[in-house]
């Protein structure tokens, strides 16, 4: 059993990251190609090493791979022939001079991680396995840059016709998320289940790899945009997702606030108002309206984006307007907690569909609370 539940993860893994086992191989043996056939390179280890190199990085931080590792290579080839012409090939001296100098150089560059290790690379290959003649040098660099190329290709080729489509995803599964986790915490709270309120509270800390999701997104998106020149103007579309980004990343805290606030009243004798469950219903919609307005904002839909806006302002102030009627003498510590964070994520959820409303958007949520203008 255990060795069919492995072959079956396995197989998991396989469906899910078959595309970019594909983009690596084809672009690896077309480089490989490209530097055998087109130029007639006789070794070209490092054009198909380059292309690997920067399809192994994260979509948003290949073109700066790219570069890293085309300096990489060239700061290691001039090493490594300055000295073998000065001690000569093979030698452990050389070796260890060829380390040191290359390493000291790309750290007083500012090099760190890929260019460091790629420039060491380099020049050990160039001691150690290349021809004493040094008949690889005046390649070395252009296969690296050949490989840089053609995974930067790649990368373009992957995402051609809809370079917003993973991060219009990723925004849909992360608002998508957040709701859920309102309704859980929600229902916890109306059935004062208080492992399905710690559970909640469990998923609620999960959620800053989803803020980071939206993050690596964003610079994924710009990436593939900046490469597909047809396409640039839709950075402004993705400029205004990444200023709500910093907004939603300050929702999720709030809501893990109220999801710890929530256990802590789950545990009480006295039963939650009800009217507490609807509240956080309506912050639910309100946060699957806000995720449609941006995924809507990302593929240029303005009338849908306007729609599903006011929807979502609209939720949040009925949220806030429903939980602000709790107010009493008879409330406790984490009713009062949960009511003002609900308060906060409504503010925020708002502020990141609307970066340039903050003043009214902050006046509209103490209206709906009851509280007197400032």
Known sequence: MVRISGLRTAAGRLRRGWRPV??????????????????GHPQPFFAPAAALIVLGQARGQRIHRAVEVVLGVAVGVLVADLV???LGPGSTWTVFTVILLTV?????????????VQAAVSALYLVVVAPPDGSLVPFRFVDALVGGVVALAASLLVDARHPLAPLVAEVRRTFDELAGLLDGIADALDDRDEPAAVAALRQARGMDARVDGLRDGVLAAGEALRLNVRRRQHLGRLRSVDESIRQIDYAVRNVRVLARAGVTLSRMQTAAPAELGAALRSLAEAVRQAGAALAADLDGQEETVDRHATRADESALAAVHTAGQLFGSTQTLPLAMIIGQVRATAIDLLR??????????LARVDDALGLPPV
Do not use: H, S, Y
């Open 22 to 39: 594909l983009e690596a191989t084809v672009a690896a043996t077309v480089a490989w190609l490209l530097a055998t056939r087109l130029l």
């Open 84 to 86: 073998v012409q000065a």
């Open 104 to 116: 000291l150089f790309a750290v007083a560059f500012g090099a760190t991680g890929v260019t460091l």
């Open 352 to 361: 990141g569909v609307n970066p340039r409303d903050d003043a009214a958007v």
